[in-house]
């Protein structure tokens, strides 16, 4: 019924249908070649990148773990700033990649090896190896300054994310502040003074406040109390003390007083009795200089201040303050010439306490408020109890307390020139008829 297909058609489907088939061979045979050409761009890249950042790594290895001896005296000499600059700047690209994939030991030896070294270099009196060389070179200025902002971005993080718990913890600690210290102080820039014009000073000067004031919302201070307090628990050995003890005190000589930070700074100088005793002698002789600037004399004198007291003292125990004001002036009479001027201050200090005492019992009588009965630690005597929101005494009677507790802290003789000025008589009379009748 239907007309059969000529041969012709047969012959010329047949055609057509191989055609397609051999231009999708070719397509695929064509996209194989090019999966294998962007395989092998891949993996050569790859190699190429991997064999680069091998032989990065290996130069930051071999540059700067050098720097992570525990003596000093054994670092490598110094190199040019300039050839250092570039190579600080790999390391910071280096360290924040390897950070994200694994934060090794062998990291955090690196990242100790490159403080050590620029810490080394900014302390050298000489332009040619100091790090802060490049910040007169135009070409490299901005970038010297934004490295500088993201190495203390990194150190900012450091100091946060690390728990002091082992003994490279710790000096990872110590040498992350040390940086944060060097290269926001003004005094570091020794080898730099002769060049530096009003404005740079200026600068530097703005600088340091600024980051201060960062270290201080990073309660980098808090972290280092908590490192003297483990060094002194696990008795480590005397470099990291003395580290620890250096930059406690130029942080303490550095830093400006605020309400907040007059607490932490307290808090701080309570465990330095103990502490001091462990260091080596610089650090005493550091510490002298903390002295020397008045720091001790500030810090009274703001307690001083009816005020500003008041306002600070609303949570801290009372034993707790009598020991902290104690320990301030205990460790200003290393310099024998500020006691007479911090007598006096003091004296105002003892009275503000008293009138503490004074409402703190007032106001706990009238709302029945139960005092609790704490514990406090005094790194001198160990622990001392005592009532957390007053004493049921008489104010004679805290006066006494509180001069016992200090003679037995401290030698006689200081202790009787600073109280020789108050009025015991007056002061017994009245608190013994005050006392009559509150009974």
């Not at 055609?15 to 695929?28: G, P, V, Y």
């Not at 700074?265 to 200089?289: A, G």
């Not at 160990?382 to 802290?409: M, P």
Request: contains cysteine.
């Amino acid at each position: 019924m239907f007309p059969k297909k000529s041969q012709t058609d047969i012959n010329k489907n047949d055609f057509l249908h191989n055609l397609d088939e051999a231009r999708e061979a070719r397509r695929r045979e064509k996209q194989v070649q090019q999966a294998a050409i962007i395989i092998q761009k891949t993996v050569r890249g790859y190699l190429v990148r991997k064999k680069y950042r091998d032989y990065r790594k290996n130069e930051l290895k071999q540059i700067f773990l050098g720097f992570t001896d525990p003596n000093p005296q054994k670092y490598p000499s110094l190199q040019l700033a300039s050839t250092m600059f570039p190579h600080l700047q790999h390391f910071l690209l280096y360290y924040n990649r390897m950070k994200i994939k694994d934060n090794s030991t062998d990291l955090q030896q690196l990242l100790l090896g490159v403080l050590n070294y620029i810490s080394t270099s900014l302390i050298v009196d000489d332009i040619k190896y100091s790090h802060l060389a490049a910040f007169f070179n135009k070409e490299v200025n901005a970038q010297w300054m934004k490295l500088n902002q993201d190495f203390m971005i990194v150190m900012l993080k450091v100091l946060e994310t690390t728990e002091p718990t082992t003994n490279d913890d710790i000096k990872l600690i110590i040498n992350s502040l040390n940086y944060l210290y060097l290269i926001t102080d003004c005094q570091s820039w020794k080898a730099l003074q002769k060049n530096m014009n009003e404005l740079l000073l200026k600068t530097m000067l703005a600088l340091n406040r600024s980051y201060l004031i960062h270290l201080g919302q990073h309660n980098l201070l808090k972290i280092l109390k908590t490192s003297m307090i483990r060094c002194m628990h696990r008795r480590l050995e005397s470099s990291v003390i003395h580290n620890i003890a250096t930059l406690a005190f130029k942080l303490l000589l550095n830093s400006d007083f605020n309400r907040t930070h007059l607490i932490l700074f307290s808090q701080t100088i309570l465990v330095i009795p103990t502490f001091i005793t462990m260091c080596h002698e610089s650090s005493h002789k550091l510490f002298q200089m903390v002295c020397q600037k008045d720091l001790f004399n500030h810090l009274i004198c703001m307690y001083s201040i009816k005020e500003s007291f008041a306002s600070l003292s609303e949570n801290i125990d009372i034993i707790e303050l009598c020991y902290m004001l104690g320990n301030i002036v205990a460790l200003a009479s290393i310099d024998l010439s500020q006691l007479e001027a911090m007598k006096q201050p003091f004296i105002h200090c003892l009275f503000n306490i008293l009138d503490v005492c004074r409402q703190r019992q007032t106001t706990d009588e009238q709302s029945g408020k139960q005092t609790k009965v704490t514990s406090v630690w005094h790194p001198i005597i160990g622990h001392v109890r005592g009532k957390t929101s007053g004493f049921t005494v008489s104010n004679q009677e805290i006066v006494q307390r509180v001069i016992i507790q200090y003679k037995f802290l401290w030698s006689k003789l200081f202790v009787n020139m600073l109280f020789e000025s108050i009025p015991t008589t007056s002061l017994g009379n009245q608190s013994s008829s005050t006392a009559k009748k509150e009974t």
